[in-house]
């Protein structure tokens, strides 16, 4: 007689797995563009990604959220944030990795490309220390429209030394950037910003005022906008003055969220804060959007890396549960969603890919293409992952709803990235604002282009993208609609030219041919599942 208090018919532990090389969509996406595939960077990126000791400390970051400190005990202000020694961990591998800024100065080839790839396979690990990394490389861009600023702090951004002491930027082998954008009353209408900007002389102002929604308020310099003499404006407000004096940061509290627990998201009030003015007074928006726009990358492939991440889980799990008579993953069924999930993560791969890569060229027409493409990625892919994770939940059943499994974690932070710069309705609205520019629409039609012909239903599908481009009179009304049909398009045109014809023709016959039935595990009956789920772990 079978021990009833026996353990059997569990998974055992994903651990051990290189998630680079055992990416194969990943490698797919990245082949057009560079030779990455033998990179020892990423080797050892997804080797540590893929670790027992990685998944370690992915936990306990979680478990054990930021703890405010505003007073010391003599009662003067210090307005810190402590972490577990895990958040320092993961954090330190990041930097290590140079995935915050190193692309910015680096001499390598397709740098934006590979730090891309190395982003997504490390916020596999645990998602929410990649804020102050995404932000911290988004504020580059941004910070050259100022060469002296820049000077003063690109280098130590793109320092691969994590160093947290609390000094000037001039003592520090490495800083992390953060961003103050939100107000209580604007949100995403940071034109309604009550935040004032005083000069005091020399491009130094005194900012006065609050920001609702201050992410990583540990780190050592912040890209603020706020109102000034004439208009609103950019300014980069460092946490130490240069002198070695604290500048005013009053931080009111840390926000309770949904998910990313184990990063810092805070209240702050400015009391006569210093800031440098960062470019032109009134240019506000204008500076800081090209750290909006990389930070919008990092969503897309963010939420690409919590797709991959949940679809391994699932495979994994299935492939060592028995049920009903044989393992859940020769189930038709379960077979059938393995495979949706699996071609939907690799459409969101392939896409993040592709935006990186134009990242790297100085080509004016893949600077239309990131115009148009990053909203629609960011629409499209993020708000496809929530729906995505919980289906890969359900695949582990009960054993996915408790936390050690880690797929809560994944499910709390996969409404995140929509959320974060610019939700659903900011960025199709930013869709139909680059349509308006003609480059914008003749660079995604110039990706259509190179797949015209090769599938019927893709033609159907451009073709009323087009009939749809003309009713402007309904235009922000069907913005939405829009948005997501020119994004499937795009992630069907990258799957057809550089995946399987097994996993292109499935995500088309579904996603655009209507042979779906808008749930995960609802493809045609014809589809070669087994396959596809072979190429995905």
């Known amino acids: 007689m079978a021990d009833p208090f026996a353990v059997t018919n569990q998974a055992p532990p994903l651990r051990g797995v290189n998630f680079f090389t055992q990416d194969a969509a990943l490698g797919d996406a990245l082949r057009p563009y560079a030779e990455l595939v033998d990179d020892p960077g990423l080797h050892r990126i997804g080797e540590l990604a893929g670790s027992e000791e990685a998944r370690a400390h992915a936990l306990p970051a979680n478990q054990n959220p930021p703890v405010l400190r505003t007073h010391d005990r003599y009662g003067n202000r210090i307005d810190e944030v402590e972490f577990h020694p895990s958040w320092h961990w993961l954090m330190e591998q990041a930097v290590g990795f140079g995935l915050q800024a190193a692309p910015w100065t680096s001499d390598r080839p397709s740098p934006h490309l590979a730090r891309a790839a190395g982003f997504y396979l490390w916020s596999q690990v645990e998602p929410g220390h990649g804020c102050p990394i995404s932000m911290t490389y988004a504020a580059v861009p941004a910070l050259r429209a100022d ?10 951004l793109a320092s691969t030394e994590y160093d947290v002491r609390r000094l000037p930027v001039a003592a520090k082998s490495g800083v992390l950037a953060g961003m103050g954008m939100t107000e209580k009353q604007g949100g995403s209408d940071v034109r309604a910003n009550l935040t004032t900007a005083t000069p005091v002389g020399d491009g130094e ?3 006065n005022g609050h920001k609702w929604f201050c992410s990583a308020p540990q780190v050592d310099v912040f890209l603020v906008l706020a109102q000034a003499p004439d208009g609103l404006s950019c ?26 627990r184990s990063n ?9 804060t210093i800031g440098y003015r960062l470019g032109d007074e009134g240019a506000g928006v204008r500076t800081i959007i090209e750290m909006v726009a990389a930070t ?6 963010g939420s690409a890396a919590l797709q991959r991440r949940a679809l391994v889980e699932a495979i994994w799990h299935t492939r060592h549960r028995n049920a009903f008579g044989g393992l859940l993953a020769d189930k038709p069924a379960m077979q059938n969603v393995l495979a949706d999930l699996a071609i939907e993560s690799e459409a969101a791969t392939a896409l993040a890919m592709r935006l990186a890569a134009a990242v790297d060229s100085t080509d004016s027409q893949q600077a239309a293409f990131r115009r148009i493409a990053l909203p629609l990625a960011k629409f499209w892919v993020c708000k496809r992952t929530p729906f995505m994770v919980a289906e890969a939940l359900e695949c582990l059943g009960g054993n996915g709803y408790v936390e050690e499994s880690g797929l809560p974690l994944l499910y709390r932070e ?17 869709v139909l604002r680059a349509l308006r520019r003609p480059e914008s629409l003749d660079a995604w039609l110039t990706e259509m282009a190179a797949v015209q012909g090769a599938d019927a239903r893709l033609d159907a599908a451009v073709n009323d993208v087009l009939q749809s481009l003309a009713d402007v009179e309904n235009a922000e009304a069907g913005a939405r609609r829009l948005a997501a049909l020119m994004a499937l398009c795009l992630q069907a045109s990258l799957l057809v030219r550089h995946s399987t014809p097994a996993v292109a023709d499935a995500f088309v016959a579904s996603r655009l041919a209507n042979d779906w039935g808008g749930v995960f595990g609802t493809l045609p009956r014809t589809t070669p599942f087994g396959q596809i789920i072979q190429r995905s772990l």
């Open 296 to 301: 919008r990358l990092d969503c897309v492939l």
């Open 414 to 430: 996969s409404p995140l990235n929509s959320i974060w710069e610019g939700s659903g309705n900011v960025n199709a609205l930013d």
């Open 235 to 260: 300014f980069v407000v460092p946490r130490v003055l240069a002198d070695g004096n604290r500048n005013p940061f009053a931080l009111q509290r840390l926000k309770d969220k949904l998910g990313n």
């Open 205 to 207: 102002y005194q900012l």
């Open 147 to 156: 060469e002296r600023l820049a000077k003063e702090w690109v280098p130590q």
């Open 264 to 272: 810092a998201s805070s209240e702050v009030e400015f009391h006569g």
